[in-house]
């Protein structure tokens, strides 16, 4: 270790007792304040306020970034005259191909590389993407994950359960983690053995906040129930919304006698989109980033219930600029207001990278896993169970069992997805004792190994469905 490695070990513990605002860096406050100040703006105000953030966005990457300075001059696009994020439209999405092969290109030159950091994406298929952002720009990740954890009671003084993808280093897998000012527990870990004394850290601790993905909550909740042990209480239950699938909402809000608070974002951080405290809609941070909903035929989808592929635009991002980057997730359009009487627009679901979520059939006709609905009671005696596809139009189901599951099981779970996916695909069924998580430590319900046709906006054509 150097000496300033040295250094910074020792006083980080110290660093992070300092209050927020100052240890979260130079954007953390400022974002608080923003925030605080637009949740009560109207449509109009907020719309202004994201025009005017985009013009000094474009503005840069016309004069900055090479990729950009390029295609505008390509296509004559003027960032002069940009009204509001409509007229974004002119431009071209962007696929996350393109960012690959032309990363430096994205890079914008009178930012210096000691001012931004490298990190990569979720890596879906073994391909992750690395990015770059300014440093520092945790801070206003956390300033806006903390206002809308607020909407259910949550303030930055209080601690956390945090049961996410980290691996804990030590023998009984847990830990305090000083700059997430949170208890961590490793969800690698999670035999019968390591979640009872997860749970009683937990109650020991009042912790006050479960800070999860819906798949490790549940999995904890299995576990405490197979114990026979009662959920630790927390005020809320805060957890991404990838993988959020039907029925599990419900199942988590019972099990635990506490609300489910879920949002969306990816981690090329463009758009941030949390519930409220009356409803489970996607309120769109317009502050955060331009988000867009391209239907299949390339149109902006606006209509409520018209679905599309997410589309992120950044406004803070200098360092690496994003526009009308495809993220691979779907969104649904939510309904025109929300009775918490914020302004901001609403989506209705909002789901994960799009192959994740599909699988192949014969045909090679795509059907949704979400349609499946694997939360129908043919599974109620299976722990877990994860798709998995690596030939068109067939699907191994594999089952991790109860104790009490039998070949009954077996023959209702093929009759209930035979009923759904028809003849296009040939299904088996595999027993397993342990379903392994992502990397991430994220448990997916489909691991596809085929590349799913994606949607060609650029050859579809407006206004054919
Ligand atoms: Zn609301």
Redesign the pocket.
């Known amino acids: 270790m150097s000496i300033r490695g040295a250094v910074k070990a020792v006083l980080r513990p110290v660093y992070y007792r300092l209050p927020a605002e100052i240890c979260y860096g130079r954007y953390y406050s400022p974002t608080l304040d923003l925030l605080r100040r637009t949740e009560g703006w109207d449509e109009d105000r907020l719309a202004e306020h994201q025009s005017e953030k985009l013009r000094v966005m474009l503005k840069h990457a016309a004069r900055n970034v090479p990729y950009y300075r390029t295609l505008f001059r390509r296509i004559g696009f003027d960032p002069e005259r940009v009204r509001d994020a409509a007229d974004l439209r002119a431009l071209p999405l962007l696929d996350k191909e393109t960012v690959r092969d032309n990363l430096d290109d994205f890079l914008a030159e009178n930012i210096k590389p000691r001012d931004r950091f490298y990190f990569t994406t979720g890596g879906t298929l073994g391909k992750p993407l690395g990015i770059y952002n300014l440093r520092h720009s945790g801070g206003r990740e956390k300033a806006v994950m903390f206002t809308q954890w607020a909407r259910v009671g949550f303030s930055p003084d209080q601690l956390r359960a945090l049961l996410r993808g980290w691996t804990v280093g030590n023998r009984r897998h847990w830990k305090y983690d000083v700059s997430e000012r949170a208890y961590v527990f490793s969800n690698f870990h999670m035999t019968a053995e390591n979640v009872a004394a997860y749970c009683r850290v937990m109650r020991a601790k009042r912790l006050p906040f479960l800070h999860s993905y819906p798949s490790a909550v549940i999995d904890f909740a299995r576990h405490l129930k197979d114990l026979n042990l009662d959920p630790p209480r927390f005020r809320a239950i805060l957890a991404s919304s990838e993988n959020l699938y039907p029925g599990q909402r419900e199942f988590i809000e019972s099990f635990y006698g506490a609300r489910l608070f879920s949002w969306y974002g990816h981690s090329e951080d463009l758009i941030l989109a949390g519930?409220?405290?009356?409803?489970n809609?996607y309120?769109v941070f317009s502050e955060y980033g331009v988000a867009e909903v391209i239907k299949e035929d390339g149109s902006a989808a606006c209509e409520e219930d018209e679905m599309g592929e997410l589309v992120g635009t950044t406004l803070d991002n200098f360092a690496m600029p994003l526009i009308r980057y495809r993220t691979g997730d779907w969104a649904k359009i939510g309904p025109p207001s929300?009775?918490?009487?914020?302004k901001y627009r609403?989506l209705k679901e909002a789901r994960g990278r799009w192959h994740q979520e599909m699988l192949v059939g014969r045909l090679e006709n795509l059907i949704s896993v979400t349609a499946l609905n694997v939360h129908n009671d043919a599974f109620d005696r299976t722990r877990q169970i994860q798709f998995y596809q690596r030939e068109k139009g067939k699907v191994e189901i594999r089952i991790k069992r109860s104790p009490d599951y039998t070949d009954r099981d077996s023959r209702r779970i093929l009759q209930a997805l035979k009923e759904k996916m028809g003849d296009t695909m040939e299904i088996t069924l595999s027993f397993t004792d342990d379903i392994p998580l992502s990397p991430r430590g994220k448990f997916r319900l489909v691991v596809q190994e085929l590349d799913v046709p994606r949607i060609d906006f650029e050859r579809a054509e407006p206004g054919k469905a």
């Open positions: 519930e409220c405290e009356v409803g809609h309120h929300c009775g918490c009487g914020r609403l």
